[in-house]
């Protein structure tokens, strides 16, 4: 099974919105509502953004939400700030009872 | 507060095998199931498999079928990894991570850098 697709890059400059789009199929992405986003600084371990598709754990900023259409799901951080600049990655549940990783995103505050 | 605390780095020649820790506190490996997730350098993160709250059931991704084998010791609340045969493909950094319930990861421990090199 191949990795979800995301873009290698965004950037934005402090105060703007960005998205960040994170394509499987419908083994994964499609047909689950189970998919995540991990925030991960340089030389850290991940950190729980969202998670089913929308949520949001307590102490997450409410500029970052989540969605879904079809096989993509995204990431949106509105009011980008300097502090938002790491590397997202997104995951998926698969009809293989397996978890599969996106690429990637490295983001950069302008 | 979940904490994961992870086993130090290791290093190995090509061909020997590794096991990697991950201690669990304020709360029991019991009810939830543990991730095991490796990064390569510079690279994206992998999924390698999960082991149940059980403790009896696991599930590994295809392409360490056969390499690795996830266990758990109750009596003090660790996890483990152990992958067998290693190459210097296996050189990464491992995270292990907790999931609730519905394949999201709410704590992860800190990684174990592992090298593979003769």
């Known amino acids: 099974q191949s990795a979800l697709t995301q873009p290698p890059s965004v950037s934005g400059s402090p105060g703007q919105s960005v998205t960040i789009s994170c394509t499987g199929t419908?083994?994964?992405?499609?047909?689950?509502?189970?998919v995540s986003w991990y925030q991960q600084p340089p030389g850290t371990a991940p950190k729980l953004m969202i998670y089913?598709?929308?949520n949001r754990p307590s102490g997450v900023p409410d500029r970052f939400s989540g969605s879904k259409s079809g096989n993509t799901a995204s990431l949106t951080i509105s009011g980008l700030q300097a502090e938002d600049e790491a590397d997202y990655f997104c995951?998926?549940?698969?009809?293989?009872?397996?978890?599969?990783f996106g690429g990637g995103t490295k983001l950069t505050v302008l | 507060q979940a904490q994961l605390a992870q086993s130090g780095a290791e290093a190995r020649n090509p061909g020997a095998s590794v096991k990697v820790s991950c201690k669990a506190s304020?709360?029991?490996?019991?009810?939830?199931?543990v991730h095991w997730v490796r990064q390569a350098p510079g690279q994206g993160l992998e999924w390698m498999g999960r082991?149940?709250?059980?403790?009896?059931?696991?599930v590994y991704a295809q392409k360490f079928q056969g390499r690795v084998t996830m266990t758990r010791d109750t009596s003090i609340n660790t996890a483990y990894m152990d992958l067998s045969r290693l190459t210097s493909d296996d050189t990464a950094v491992y995270y292990c991570?907790?999931?609730?319930?519905?394949?999201?990861?709410?704590?992860w421990g800190q990684g174990t850098l592992v090298t593979v090199s003769s």
């Open positions: 991570a907790r999931e609730p319930t519905g394949s999201y990861y709410d704590c």
């Open positions: 304020e709360y029991t490996l019991t009810g939830y199931f």
């Open positions: 082991i149940n709250p059980n403790g009896a059931d696991t």
């Open positions: 419908s083994s994964d992405v499609g047909s689950y509502n189970r």
């Open positions: 089913q598709v929308s």
């Open positions: 995951s998926s549940y698969t009809n293989i009872n397996t978890v599969i």
